[in-house]
DNA sequence: CTGTTAGCGCCTTCAT
DNA sequence: ATGAAGGCGCTAACAG
């Protein structure tokens, strides 16, 4: 591999004239600017990454941390983030935490000493101190940080909750569940709220009505089960995810009912599988892309000293009305 | 941050003491070792991994190249790759190439630049000679480049594929077709391949009912709707890939034919998906989490100049009967 | 056993 | 407009 050196030499220059040229920073003539390049071509050299972030102390370089790259919402997450990072010459460490804390912590240890430039963070075992004590750019995806100074995107999910509840029951359904996520995650909170604001305060509602899926596919079939043992006249669910919702429909047809026409089902997230699932899975899509999109944005502005726009994002959800509920 | 200069003030020492201990390379007094440690725990101090790589030509960071996270087989590779690299202290760039030559090409050269340790390539719009050139550690997985000297990993296709149609054979299948997945991969080709093993000889064997499904679920679905309509009398399909599989199903429900009374299908892969359709897809499913694994493992050694076992690995396949096959 | 010193490849004042 | 030289933080001879 050519250096800086080589190049210098072969022009008859210095290597200070070479940086220069390959920065564009300060005057060069451009004579000399043409035989450094020659000198280029013809070493076929390219500058140092490593060397020139010692001195820079920049990268170039991000982290995105994940619970599981394994799980459908973050694949799309994943490309958005990195092709944008791509397109502003980023390069995106990928972290599975399995939202064990010790592991997100040990990642955040290991990519500070890499001198990352900054991480997105879609996983969320650390809390608001851990978070800070970062001291490095930040941006929180789906997991808000209630009401703090790190930056973060996420979308409507009390709001999404109620339009997909408001829809059931516009469907005419009678009496609905909810299988809610994991208690310790706040979209999972916010989720069953806007599902809470819609339903409370009817006649048939029960506190019984909502049950745990843990956002998984099997522990929602089963909880589905149970839910429908106890609740046989359950016409409606919204579930608070994908896969809970697909869960739940196999739970349905399990029982041998229909679905739409005995109970339906409503999801959440807009994950590719809720297309390829039969019938095709009504559900609230978020934006998965776009705050893959958005977050890689704000934190290119972050790493670069730029003003971010906004320090929260709350991007809109959208009904998206398929087969798992009947047609007007 | 601390750097090892102010530790081995702080220790009283010099920097080559510090570094002594910090790679437990060459002789240190355990009294000095102590003062060390002391200080490198006063000074919440971590070397940089940026200056060692730069002494070092060693980065610690591996690449992985796929064509696309989002398509559902690459996450479970990734995830493994990401364990075992974690496990022996390296970092995953994720890189997608959408296939398309020029982006592999342009990350390649990132990924040089940044003097990445080696890569995992996953993806081939690049020939031979392209991947020779990296000048680095690599290991192909999935996609043989035949008969050569670069490391690759991937599954007996050709036998999974004879296993497929042996097995919709035996279930009394009268005429069985394929949908085949791109002309340019070798995996598709050799897949095809084991399914004419089995039935070209057969009487009712007609090129015909081989159709062509890009690997895409519509493709198939849309290849699947044509078939049925050129050939109704096939009962029995071997889809190249779960996703194509999945598009078959589809088709076939549209139709209002029963799965698997009317028509049995097997996909191939065996990915997370083909357990959450219904009926759950019978399907030959490549280890592919063991894949990403022994890649990874591949990898580093090759980088830590150990001799590698065995150039090529090729590993077993297994077949997952399930709800779109008919049990015994 | 420990310290001195010369790189690793590049950037960036500071002179000229 | 260009060059010389110090520094980024760490490693690895080479002395002692």
Chains 1, 2 share one sequence.
Not at 215 to 227: I, N
Not at 238 to 258: C, E, K, S, W, Y
């Amino acid at each position: 591999m050519a250096t800086i050196k080589d190049v210098s030499k072969l022009a008859g220059v210095s290597v200070a004239t070479v940086s220069r040229v390959l920065n564009r920073s300060g005057y060069v003539h451009t004579d000399t600017e043409q035989k450094v390049l020659h000198a280029i071509k013809a070493l076929n050299y390219t500058p140092n990454f490593v060397a020139r972030s010692l001195s820079n102390k920049k990268t170039s370089t991000i982290g995105l941390l994940v619970p599981d790259i394994t799980n459908p919402f973050f694949p799309e997450l994943a490309r958005a983030v990195e092709d944008v990072m791509q397109l502003y010459g980023y390069t995106v460490i990928l972290c599975n935490s399995d939202e064990s804390a010790s592991k997100e912590k040990h990642y955040i240890d290991v990519l500070k000493q890499k001198y990352i430039d900054g991480m997105i963070v879609a996983s969320n075992a650390l809390s608001v101190e851990d978070v800070r004590e970062f001291d490095m750019p930040v941006v929180v995806v789906d997991r808000l940080i209630e009401g703090d100074t790190i930056p973060t995107v996420m979308s409507d999910n009390r709001k999404g909750a109620q339009m997909a509840t408001e829809f059931l029951l516009g469907q005419g359904c009678r009496k609905i569940a909810h299988i809610r996520g994991p208690e310790h995650l706040l979209n999972a909170e916010e989720r069953c709220q806007g599902y809470l604001d819609v339903v409370q305060d009817i006649d048939w509602f029960d506190r019984s009505l909502i049950v745990s899926g843990k956002y998984e596919m099997k522990r929602a079939m089963e909880a589905t089960l149970e839910l429908l043992r106890t609740h046989p006249d359950v016409d409606g669910i919204f579930a608070g995810n994908d896969m809970m919702a697909i869960g739940a429909m196999r739970a349905v047809q399990v029982l041998g009912r229909t679905i739409p026409y005995e109970i339906e089902i409503v999801g959440y997230d807009g994950i590719a599988l809720s297309e390829i699932v039969f019938p095709e899975l009504t559900t609230i899509a978020q934006p998965i892309y776009d705050m893959g999109a958005l977050a890689a944005r704000m934190l290119i502005k972050q790493i670069e000293k730029q003003p971010l726009d906004s320090l929260h994002y709350c991007l809109d959800v959208q009904m998206v009305e398929r087969g798992t509920t009947r047609k007007g």
